[in-house]
């Protein structure tokens, strides 16, 4: 590990956060002295667990916050929606309008289904009651009493977990009526899908927790103004709350400082592919790849990087000289023609060939289109067999033009973004690997050499 960043990490342990190194985690917050077994509620508490939530409410000696004040520190920490969106969290908040007479909601997306991603169910798995008390804070800040968590339905054990964590943290007093004898009132319940990638998308999110077909909606109205039936609504990501508890307990400016200005904090980024030690690894935002890369124990069997998808499946990829010289964050990642997305970072090292993975990629769009969108419902489809086609030696000279035409047409131009996610791989494909697919189009075969 760098000297600054063991650096930084002191700077954890000094402001008395728990830190630790392991194979396959660098953990300042979210993952801090886990080992897989001390989830419960009395290890949550001895990791300093509800403290902020004790703080906010006053029953820490102090005076507590008021809504304003926890808004305002989450603002100052410059979190961003770690979902993949990036959207400034204390600016979502304030647009919930909390004098609303009628009932509010708020919805956690651990509806994690984006390929290369499984950093949420990670977090619910082993510290599912920092999410609870993430979410109980942010239903404070907005005044809302009714809760969801919205949990992928392939992963039933995590749900499981979920479950006995809320048991639990209703019977300590953290959930219900008058928590820890405040007037502060707030029920959480999870509730799981059936593993659509679609519902990922909000709002399809929230038809599928109303029982219908989780197909997205129009927007505008948006869910601050419509939402879970109808009802002002406010939606972020398990991790997004996972690193809530921490910013109130330490403040803003610290979380600030943890990562760069406009991307506080750390974050958890899913790196798979072709490295040593494949995992979930959290560190401070702004982090080189070169050093997430040398945390990931490098590439695997010591071959050369080729190409890196920095952000989940949907995100366009990167070529290895651009990606060693860029940081992991928002800001970075889009400016060198990508994006940090959901943090899922896709490693290919020399013996891949840019055809066979773009052919995967677009079959897991095409599958997982929910049809409602004829752009999409279609175009999807046509993005798959074109690719395909040149991937089992059919391909034409004039597929490359026509899948970027395709694509055009798909991008932007459906209600939600599954579209964008499955024309972007297909545009960051060729652009910077054109030269491959010309070879297999003319010598329909594949010019990267058959390794062993």
Known sequence: MSADLNQLLSRFAASGQETCFHDRHINPQIYAGLDGKNWSLKDYEARGGYQALRKILGQDGGEGLTQDQVIATVKESSLRGRGGAGFPTGLKWSFMPRQFPGQKYLVCNSDEGEPGTCKDRDIMQFNPHIVIEGMAIAAYAMGINVGYNYIHGEIFQTYERFEAALEEARAAGYLGDKIMGSNFNFQLHASHGFGAYICGEETALLESLEGKKGQPRFKPPFPASFGLYGKPTTI?????????????RNGGQAYLECGKPNNGGTKI????????????????????????????????????????????????????????????????????????????????????????????????????????????????????????????????????DLLNSVADNIQGRTICALGDAAA?????????????????????????????
């Open 269 to 400: 980024f899913s790196i798979s592919g072709d490295v040593e030690r494949p995992g979930n690894y959290e560190i401070p935002m702004g982090t080189p790849f070169a050093k997430l890369l040398e945390l990931a124990g490098g590439m695997r069997g010591g071959r050369n990087l080729k190409a890196v998808i920095p952000g989940g499946s949907s995100a366009p990829v990167l070529p290895a000289n651009i990606m060693m010289d860029i940081t992991m964050d928002y800001d970075a990642i889009a400016k060198a023609g990508s994006m940090l997305g959901s943090g899922a970072v896709i490693v290919m090292d020399e013996t891949r060939c840019m055809v066979k993975s773009l052919q995967r990629l677009s079959y897991f769009y095409s599958h997982e289109s929910c049809g409602q969108c004829t752009p999409c419902r279609e175009g999807t489809g046509w993005l798959w067999r074109m690719v395909d086609r040149i991937e089992n030696g059919h391909g034409r000279a004039s597929d490359l």
């Open 424 to 452: 972007m791989p297909v545009r960051g494909m060729i652009k910077h690997f054109r030269h491959e697919f010309e070879y297999h189009v003319e010598h329909k075969t594949c010019m990267v050499p058959a390794y062993v």
């Open 236 to 248: 972020n990501n398990t991790e997004t709350f996972a690193a809530v508890p921490w910013i109130i």
